[in-house]
């Protein structure tokens, strides 16, 4: 599977691209009121969209040999995706108030950040291990 290392990472980030991308887009529509951000066929659609990210990182972790709860930097990521995916839930589906809906929405997106830039940095620390080093 080695020898197809290059074209799953680039499924991979593409699918992180359209899954914050997504994500961004379904929040300025649900604040703005429009419903489309809500409708099924665009749920689904983040549904796929996210199976297919995750189904590229395993595919990497595979290939790597680098596995959360072993490598430090997996570890973050793996948990803050946990964090961004309560928050996302929070923000679209139970926030009682559109202030924490918002609240909720705008942590959820620097969660996202922050797991970028963890894998980008390849360092638990992420973009505060970069700007020290």
Request: no cysteine; charged share 10%.
């Amino acid at each position: 599977m080695i020898e197809f290392y290059s074209e799953i990472r680039q499924v991979h980030i593409w699918a992180v691209l359209a899954s914050g991308g997504l994500f961004l887009l379904r929040g300025i529509a649900l604040f703005a009121g429009t419903r489309w951000s809500m409708v099924a066929p665009v749920r689904y659609l983040s549904y796929s969209i996210d199976t297919i990210l995750l189904t590229a990182a395993l595919m990497l972790m595979t290939i790597v040999r680098q596995y959360p709860f072993f490598h430090s930097w997996l570890t973050v990521k793996v948990l803050l995706l946990v964090v961004y995916i309560l928050l996302g839930y929070y923000a679209f589906w139970k926030a009682p108030t559109r202030t924490i809906q918002v609240g909720a929405w705008t942590m959820a997106l620097l969660v996202y950040a922050f797991i970028f830039s963890i894998a980008r940095a390849h360092h638990p620390l992420g973009v505060f291990y970069t700007l020290a080093g």
